[in-house]
């Protein structure tokens, strides 16, 4: 299984305070992912990111796998131009 998320992750300092609070901006995650986005009293929309989380670490796999296959291509094309050197 594939996904390209392209979400913004927005900052916010809080009116209390210098706590920050960091999330993903939910009108965002719902193009791409509607069922972790629920609808609260007054249409305030809110990401369950329990559910994100599965995804991201998927994900994250998924692109540690291309990154070693593309050590492994970068390590046999060193050494063709070693053995071109030659």
Do not use: C, H, W
Not at 21 to 33: D, M, S
Not at 66 to 72: A, G, R, V
């Amino acid at each position: 299984m594939f996904y390209t998320l392209m979400l913004e992750v927005y900052i916010q300092d809080t009116l209390q305070g210098n706590e920050r609070q960091v999330g993903f901006i939910a009108q965002e995650v719902e193009e791409q992912l509607p069922e972790v986005v629920s609808v609260g009293a007054g249409d305030t929309k809110g990401v369950a990111y329990g559910k994100v989380t599965a995804l991201l670490v998927n994900a994250i796999k998924e692109q540690q796998a291309q990154i070693e296959l593309l050590k492994q291509e970068v390590e046999l094309l060193k050494q063709e131009v070693e053995l071109l050197k030659q």
